[in-house]
């Protein structure tokens, strides 16, 4: 009897995990659902699933910073990101840290089933919807380009918190740091982007996909 795929997915929308683990449990085993990157993690390093489906914007630990941690330390499972976000640069930067594919939330129930499939089987999948996009945005910049900018993991830890709202003490137990760790980082990406006020910080934040 064939072994059935195990599935972990991961969203901050918890009608639209509800919704994905009906779709999916017929077919595959839905192992656990998280609603923020670092949940995800956490899960995830226990559970041991096959792939995991994840969105980009999420709580706490957006789903680039968390698939790329993810990778780093379970690199054999597949990543397929499922997201509203159909910038073609977005796709760029997710294959980037380790992604098997791509989808849009609007895409049928049916290329999902398919793009599970095809990462099962050791092949890369991007929805149609965006692949002449994805190949104009290659062709651009052949090397990849990172949406991210030069910001490390920890500096884009601090600005997805602080965007969200989050005061410099509360981002500061998040991490596990001071608060003048938090401020230097802070200040630190302000002046390295030529960034001047806090809104600009949360615009620069959004214009990443940390922040919904």
């Known amino acids: 009897m064939k072994t059935r795929t195990r599935i972990f997915l991961a969203d901050d929308h918890a009608l639209l995990l509800d919704a994905f683990n009906k779709l999916l449990e017929p077919k595959y085993d839905v192992v656990g659902t998280a609603t923020d990157g670092r949940q995800m993690l956490t899960m995830v390093r226990r559970l041991k699933?096959?792939?995991?489906?994840?969105?980009?914007?999420?709580?706490?630990?957006?789903?680039?910073?968390?698939?790329?941690?993810?990778?780093?330390?379970?690199?054999?499972?597949?990543?397929?990101?499922?997201?509203?976000?159909e910038d073609?640069?977005?796709?760029?930067?997710?294959?980037?840290?380790?992604?098997?594919?791509?989808?849009?939330?609007?895409?049928?129930?049916?290329e999902?089933?398919?793009?599970?499939?095809?990462?099962?089987?050791?092949?890369?999948?991007?929805?149609?919807?965006?692949?002449?996009?994805?190949?104009?945005?290659?062709?651009?910049?052949?090397?990849g380009q990172k949406v991210h900018g030069d910001l490390s993991i920890r500096q884009r830890e601090v600005l997805q918190l602080l965007a969200e709202g989050n005061t410099m003490k509360k981002v500061a137990a998040a991490l596990n740091i001071t608060p003048r760790t938090v401020a230097f980082?802070?200040?630190?990406?302000?002046?390295?982007?030529?960034?001047?006020?806090?809104?600009q910080l949360i615009q620069y934040a959004l214009k990443l996909g940390l922040v919904a």
Not at 91 to 107: C, D, H, P, Q, W
Not at 121 to 137: A, C, D, L, R
Not at 185 to 199: A, P, R, V
Request: net charge neutral; hydrophobic share 40%.
């Open 49 to 85: 699933p096959d792939v995991v489906i994840l969105d980009i914007s999420m709580p706490n630990l957006n789903g680039f910073d968390a698939g790329e941690k993810l990778k780093k330390i379970a690199p054999d499972i597949k990543l397929i990101f499922l997201t509203v976000n």
């Open 88 to 110: 073609p640069d977005m796709v760029t930067e997710a294959f980037r840290i380790g992604a098997n594919g791509y989808l849009l939330k609007s895409s049928a129930v049916a």
């Open 112 to 143: 999902l089933f398919r793009a599970i499939e095809a990462v099962q089987g050791g092949e890369n999948y991007v929805t149609p919807k965006i692949t002449q996009g994805m190949i104009s945005s290659f062709i651009k910049h052949p090397g």
């Open 185 to 199: 980082h802070k200040y630190q990406i302000m002046d390295d982007l030529e960034i001047k006020t806090n809104s």
